[in-house]
């Protein structure tokens, strides 16, 4: 509607400048995120994305990460989706790291046709990693005793009350050098010849934006409202596009798996457990790059 009011708006009284969508995508990349703890999953940016896309009038779409990561399949298919949407509407995607864009928030990153960090921005840690607990000497000094039934002798791989089996462990290395060569093969796609011949690129260290740009990481240093300014002209707007809101003012919550009805206080505190324990796993994931 709007487009057609404008059209009967006289040349010379139309806007004369060019509005660019900007998302922010945010947070740790998870499909099991929480109205408490939201995290970054493919249910979560896809309205967004669809909403900065089917903006007819605008060039391209800006898009901010600033993520240390996460589920891997959740990463790629925001990338995924970003490049779709970008073929389908025929725009050019400009991505900006903030702060971080390492490991499945550099993999989203790729999805950009250019991409511009800041140079105290960290990008790459292109690898996989798996991280657990092991309690079986803890659990034998409180006289616990571990009790597991399984059909399927495999069945309870690498479970942190039983001690670890080098057949276990070995099964999830092959997993992961398998989820490590699609990141590998993804970012040679999108990267191309940009990539400097570099020992230590796909072994899962990190870097600063500056390093990042002679890596080939990153095709340049900026900001947004910069980098948009000096492309679009000093009076592009930036119109930032965000999640609805509930009656109240909050963003309204993704997908997530909630509390039936009688489960009373054992689920209540289950809830709480698994909240905390996502609290701290998040954090250590920040802690990783100084954040």
């Not at 959740?74 to 025929?90: F, N, V």
């Not at 790291?97 to 790459?124: H, K, N, R, T």
């Not at 999640?243 to 919550?253: H, I, M, N, V």
Request: proline share 5%; with cysteine.
């Amino acid at each position: 509607m709007a487009n057609r009011l404008t059209k009967l708006v006289p040349a010379r009284l139309r806007p004369d400048h060019t509005v660019i969508p900007v998302v922010r995508l945010s947070g740790m990349i998870s499909s099991g995120g929480t109205a408490l703890r939201p995290s970054l999953s493919l249910a979560s940016a896809a309205p967004l994305l669809a909403k900065a896309f089917a903006h007819k009038k605008a060039p391209a779409v800006a898009i901010v990460i600033n993520s240390p990561g996460g589920s891997p399949v959740q990463s790629r298919l925001i990338y995924q989706r970003i490049r779709d949407l970008a073929e389908e509407k025929d725009k050019q995607v400009l991505v900006f790291v903030e702060d971080v864009a390492a490991s499945g928030g550099y993999m989203i990153a790729c999805a950009g046709d250019e991409i511009i960090a800041d140079p105290s921005s960290i990008v790459g840690s292109i690898g996989v990693v798996s991280g657990s607990f092991g309690f079986v000497e803890a659990i034998a000094k409180l006289g616990i005793e571990r009790r597991v039934h399984t059909a399927g002798s495999n069945k309870a791989t690498l479970d942190p009350f039983q001690p670890e089996r080098p057949e276990d462990v070995e099964h999830l290395k092959s997993l992961q050098l398998e989820v490590h060569k699609t990141f590998i093969d993804l970012v040679k796609d999108s990267r191309g010849a940009k990539l400097a011949d570099h020992d230590d690129l796909f072994t899962g260290l990190f870097w600063s934006g500056l390093r990042g740009l002679e890596l080939g990481l990153v095709d340049r240093l900026g900001d947004l409202r910069g980098t948009l300014r000096a492309r679009f002209g000093k009076k592009v707007k930036l119109e930032l596009v965000q999640a609805k809101r509930t009656l109240f003012g909050r963003p309204q919550p993704g997908v997530h798996a909630g509390m039936a009805a009688g489960d009373g206080m054992a689920a209540i505190g289950a809830g709480f457990a698994r909240e905390a324990m996502g609290v701290a796993e998040e954090r250590a994931l920040w802690a990783r790059f100084g954040l």
